[in-house]
């Protein structure tokens, strides 16, 4: 049986290796205007952000039942990409169908600084995830006049109020799991903060350059951009976790960077 499956599992990563990058590959995600939330819409743009930096081509289809059509995910299941025959949700399963093609950036970095780099990552999904989980679901306000009225905007009563009820338990459960349900949000703050830190201190250690990395770059510069310019562009009635990330004048630089080079320039 684990032969078989080590069998299959080779050849779908060899079918994954073959085919070319399909030119009708789409990213699926909710309606940006009136329904996405925050820890979404930080997840949608880094993978956006992502294959911007591959340089690869992709359609962008909103629709109000994106998250029930994804296969699942980890986090906030979005978005999701159908290339081909393969469909993958989330960032870093997107991110691993790129690479396996040979298309994915990054490829500059040995060994030892890829480990490096995927440490960071999986410290920026998890802080910024988390913290904007929190402020959607848990801060109150925030809950009441954003986030219910936008998840359960394309869905007609009563079945908003049961979406709302469902989408809210769900993400205190996630919040449960990694530990952040008891936080209050001076503690969620300085989460946030110490993450900036350490994405700053990175930065600057190649002063004359524009990415974590040197002149080009790989998948953190995308994750870095997604959740930090979500964060800073997102109003919310509070606004405690743009305010924390406006203080690194750095990562506000890097931000504005990213999008002037591979959003306000690309069509």
């Known amino acids: ?31 940006e205007a ?35 059509m994804s296969p699942g995910g980890r986090m906030t299941k979005l978005p999701f990409i159908r290339a081909g025959a393969f469909i993958f949700a989330e960032f870093e399963p997107i991110v691993n169908f790129v690479e396996q093609k040979d298309m994915a950036i990054g490829s500059f970095l040995d060994e030892d600084a890829k480990s490096d780099m995927r440490t960071y990552v999986s410290l920026v999904e998890n802080i910024f995830t988390m913290a904007e989980l929190y402020i959607s679901f848990k801060n109150e306000r925030v809950y009441k006049e954003v986030t219910a009225p936008r998840n359960g905007i394309v869905f007609p009563w009563p079945l908003s109020m049961m979406q709302n009820y469902s989408k809210r338990n769900n993400a205190l459960r996630l919040l449960k799991v ?38 080009m770059p790989c998948e953190l510069d995308a994750i870095a951009f997604g959740h930090l310019f979500s964060i800073l562009t997102t109003r919310l009635p509070n606004m405690a976790l743009a305010q924390t990330v406006q203080k690194f004048k750095h990562l506000v630089s890097f931000c504005r960077f990213i999008d002037e080079k591979y959003f306000q320039t690309s069509k």
């Open 34 to 68: 009136e329904q996405i939330l925050l820890p979404e819409n930080a997840s949608c743009l880094a993978v956006k952000a992502y294959l911007k930096m591959c340089n690869l081509p992709f359609g962008i289809r909103s629709c109000a039942n994106a998250e029930h």
């Open 178 to 215: 990694y530990q952040w349900n008891d936080l209050d949000i001076d503690d969620v703050i300085e989460k946030v903060s110490k993450c900036c830190e350490t994405l700053e201190y990175k930065l600057r250690e190649s002063p004359d350059t524009p990415f974590f990395y040197g002149e």
């Open 1 to 31: 049986m684990q032969t078989s499956q080590y069998l299959n599992q080779m050849h779908t990563a060899d079918k994954l290796s073959e085919e070319p990058w399909p030119e009708d590959a789409t990213l699926y995600q909710p309606f």
